[in-house]
């Protein structure tokens, strides 16, 4: 366990539904990430925060895609308008970001996505 | 866009031995990880090695990192049946404030390893 938990651990969806995903980064991180996996595929960057503030999205991030984190705690994935395509596992990471200095992330056991 | 990747794509070996992945990447970096990820599950931080480091270790684990080749390897020794599970090498090239941005993973080295 790294601290970092995320929910729901899985869930199924039919196409079209919206989804939402919640991470819970370890509580003293400032950066809080999102990554994207696909079986046999390494994680793929999706977006990160700086506190609240949203610092980079992906071009993976369509428009369907939206990502908070409103007081720079918790954060929030939703998909809108799902596509089979959207199956993957979605991951979050945090890490300490300290001028000067570098830490390693921390990631969270992830959220299986299904879209039937 | 990956920009690691990591060579083999699948290794076998017997309990004892040890394990070499190797990882090549496209632009400069600040650091390099390894992670590792059992079926299913998160990735879990191995080792970081900064650009200005040339070897690093931890416990079983050796890495080394070559910037002129755009390199690295990850050495297990002494494997173990529990040391089964996915090896990725993931690239932090900076950005805004520097430290750490989003990292840049490769398609993994699925490890095997048999008692």
């Known amino acids: 366990d790294t601290g970092v938990s995320q929910d729901p651990r899985h869930k199924i969806t039919k196409r079209g539904q919206n989804v939402t995903f919640r991470c819970d980064p370890i509580?003293?991180?400032?950066?809080l990430y999102w990554y994207r996996q696909t079986l046999g595929q390494g994680p793929e960057f999706l977006t990160y925060?700086?506190?609240?503030?949203?610092?980079?999205k992906s071009r993976l991030l369509s428009d369907r895609f939206s990502a908070e984190r409103p007081k720079g705690s918790f954060s929030t994935l939703e998909i809108q308008r799902t596509e089979q395509g959207d199956s993957a596992m979605y991951l979050c990471?945090?890490?300490?970001?300290?001028?000067?200095?570098?830490?390693?992330?921390?990631f969270g056991p992830g959220t299986r996505l299904t879209v039937t | 866009s990956q920009q690691g990747e990591e060579d083999p794509q699948a290794l076998s070996i017997q309990e004892g031995e040890n394990a070499t992945m190797n990882c090549s990447y496209k632009?400069?970096?600040?650091?390099l990880q390894w992670y590792r990820q059992n079926s299913g599950r998160g990735l879990v931080h191995l080792i970081l090695?900064?650009?200005?480091?040339r070897e690093k270790h931890s416990g079983r684990l050796r890495v080394t990192l070559d910037t002129s080749k755009k390199s690295s390897s990850l050495l297990i020794t002494a494997s173990r049946a529990a040391d089964t599970a996915s090896y990725f090498c993931?690239?932090?090239?900076?950005?805004?404030?520097?430290?750490?941005?989003?990292?840049?993973f490769g398609a993994g080295t699925r490890l095997a390893v048999h008692p």
């Open positions: 509580s003293e991180h400032n950066r």
């Open positions: 632009t400069s970096i600040n650091n």
């Open positions: 990471a945090s890490s300490f970001l300290l001028a000067g200095s570098s830490y390693e992330q921390y």
């Open positions: 090695i900064r650009s200005n480091e």
């Open positions: 925060f700086q506190n609240e503030a949203q610092l980079e």
């Open positions: 993931a690239t932090d090239s900076g950005g805004f404030s520097g430290g750490y941005n989003k990292l840049i």
